[in-house]
Structure formats: structure tokens, C-alpha cells
């Protein structure tokens, strides 16, 4: 049987509009030539006419966060602690079989920027889809926000899963959720607004501190979610263990049989 994989992350880019102003990745490229010093020096007596092409390796240094490119957030991003009083669990931690499993795709593309998603938004979407959510499948959002990588108003675009919207997924056994907006959250600019008009915090960041009552892992900046169909497929979206991390890089992919 023919099996289809589709790059459902984004590339990791210096220079584009992925992140908040001083968050962006930095990358240092080193090219063939600029790495010869270097090549000469490991091996005495080399010279530059000995090396294949007159080249030496290529590299690239990385300045980068945890939360920088497609990655998986662990619970630890959001609290230090459970409710419960018990050490929330880093990414180095989470078990691998969450982050293989069928994927279900939620399609909030019509909602407004900011707008934050409820439980019945959920229900009312799986419903139109036909689908009965299971344990540990993934669930993915496919936002405004996806169209929008790499342009100016990316990190402000699309709209954002709320605590009983995230609770909804949890509570039914849901382990590793995604989005392809900047945030599982909505994005602060409007978050902001709401809080000046309030001044309630519950609603900072709502969506994320879930994960204190149901601990979870989320996916955040994916991509071509666009191209999926509503159900599936299986995502496959290992995280890079970083010791003690709030989170870790990942090269999403969706597999279709």
C-alpha cells in the first residue's frame, strides 16, 4: 500500500517573522570555505589543495529557544507543579507513545483573531466531522494564523483554545494536542486587551494552565495542516530530549496509508 507523508512542520529560519520581536532563531551559517582554518587544523600537515573540492565542511550555529520552531511544549512549560503539589513533568519525561498516534484535525480557520475556543466549539466541529474523540489521539487546530507563517502579522493571527476547550480534549484522555498559530493560547495582543478591560488573569494563558489540572503536551507553529483531511492519518512528532526541558524541537509529520 502506497504511504503518503506530508511535513506538517515549519522550517527553522533566521530572518522571518516566526516569533516575537527578540525571540527569533539566530543561525550562523559557516560556509565550505570559511570552516578550511579549522579542517587544517585538526590534521598537521594538510593543505587546501588536498581537500576534495578545496573544501572544507559546512555548519551552522544555532541560537535558538526550546520554543522556537515546530516544538513540543512539556507540562513543566506551564507550571512547576501540578495541582496536586507533585513536579510537572519536562519534556525529557514524557512518555513516546503520546507522540505517535492518530491525528483528528479541527478546522477553526473561520474564527476571528483572538477569538478563544470553547468546549461547544469542539463538540459542534466533531460533530460536523463525524468523530468521536479516542485516548491519545492528536489532536490538531488548523488556524487563521497558518496561511500567515513568516509574515508580519503571523504571531497575532488566528484564534486560541481556552482552559475548558483544552479540558474538553484532556479530560477525554487526549495526551498531545497542535496548532499552527504561534500559541495554543490566543495571541497576547488580545489576551491583553481583555485583561485591561477586566483586569482578570485567569484569562493569561488560560489554555496552557490546564495542563496543571491534566497534565499534557501541546505542539505549537505547525504547518500544512490545510492539507490534511479530518481524520486518518497518523502523526508522528518525537521532541528532542533536552534534559529538564520546557520543551523540545520536533519534525512533525503526517503519514497517510
Not at 522571518?16 to 570555505?33: F, L, V
Not at 565542511?57 to 513540543?72: D, F, I, K, P, R
Not at 488548523?142 to 508580519?152: E, F, M, Q, S, V
Request: proline residues 6%; aromatic residues 8%; negative net charge.
Amino acid at each position: 500500500m502506497a504511504r503518503r507523508i506530508i511535513d506538517i512542520s515549519v522550517t527553522l529560519e533566521a530572518g522571518i517573522a516566526s516569533d516575537p520581536p527578540g525571540s527569533e532563531p539566530k543561525i550562523r551559517y559557516e560556509t565550505h570555505q570559511d570552516s578550511i582554518p579549522r579542517v587544517l587544523r585538526y590534521f598537521p600537515g594538510l593543505t587546501v589543495d588536498q581537500l576534495p573540492g578545496k573544501e572544507g565542511w559546512a555548519t551552522e550555529q544555532c541560537q535558538l529557544s526550546t520554543h522556537n520552531g515546530t516544538h513540543v511544549d512539556s507540562p513543566f512549560h506551564y507550571a512547576s507543579t501540578m495541582a496536586n503539589g507533585e513536579p510537572s513533568m519536562t519534556i525529557d519525561k514524557a512518555p513516546l507513545d503520546w507522540f505517535m498516534q492518530p491525528g483528528v484535525k479541527l478546522d477553526f480557520r473561520h474564527f476571528g483573531d483572538g477569538y478563544v475556543v470553547t468546549a461547544a466549539d469542539i463538540e459542534a466541529e466533531l460533530k460536523r466531522i463525524k468523530h468521536t474523540l479516542t485516548p491519545l489521539e492528536i489532536v490538531v487546530i488548523n488556524t487563521a494564523a497558518g496561511a500567515k507563517y513568516g509574515l508580519p502579522d503571523y504571531v497575532p493571527s488566528g484564534c486560541g483554545m481556552g482552559r475548558e476547550a483544552t479540558l474538553y480534549l484532556t479530560s477525554r484522555g487526549i495526551r498531545v494536542v497542535g496548532t499552527d498559530a504561534w500559541s495554543w493560547d490566543a495571541p497576547f495582543v488580545h489576551t491583553a486587551k481583555k485583561f485591561a478591560a477586566t483586569g482578570d488573569a485567569s484569562l493569561i494563558w488560560e489554555g496552557h494552565k490546564s495542563g496543571r489540572e491534566i497534565g499534557y503536551c501541546q505542539i505549537e507553529k505547525l504547518s500544512n495542516l490545510d492539507k490534511l483531511p479530518v481524520s486518518g492519518f497518523t502523526v508522528v512528532c518525537f521532541p528532542v530530549k533536552v534534559k529538564g526541558g520546557s520543551g523540545g524541537w520536533t519534525r512533525a509529520v503526517a503519514i497517510m496509508d
